[in-house]
């Protein structure tokens, strides 16, 4: 089956910055992003790219983080800056596979924390 494998996960000052990545087997998929999920609240799509190139972003992150995609390696990337701790959640990795399909997949998530 498809596997999702998210890296990059950790802890940091507020401020600093992380670059997280997400691997996915086999397929090229239509659109790729990141979701998170804090303590007590809602998943929520921090950024989402399509194959294409198309990015969109989260109100609360747009100038602080970068969403990007190697297709030739199947991997995404969310490139995050100034972090700040209400950024603080665990970050899924998604991947939609659209035409006939239509399947999402999930990565495992990875813990984001930010401290002050």
């Known amino acids: 089956q498809v596997q999702l494998v998210e890296s990059g996960g950790g802890s940091v000052q507020a401020g600093g910055s992380l670059v997280l990545s997400c691997a996915a087997s086999?397929?090229?998929?239509?659109?790729m992003g990141w979701y998170r999920q804090a303590p007590g609240k809602k998943r929520e799509l921090v950024a989402a790219i399509s194959s294409g190139g198309s990015t969109n972003y989260a109100d609360s992150v747009k100038g602080r983080f970068t969403i990007s995609r190697d297709n030739a390696k199947n991997t995404v990337y969310l490139q995050m800056s100034s972090l700040k701790p209400e950024d603080t959640a665990v970050y899924y990795c998604?991947?939609?596979?659209?035409?006939?399909?239509?399947?999402?997949?999930w990565g495992q998530g990875t813990q984001v924390t930010v401290s002050s």
């Open positions: 998604n991947a939609y596979l659209g035409g006939e399909y239509r399947t999402s997949y």
């Open positions: 086999g397929n090229i998929f239509n659109a």
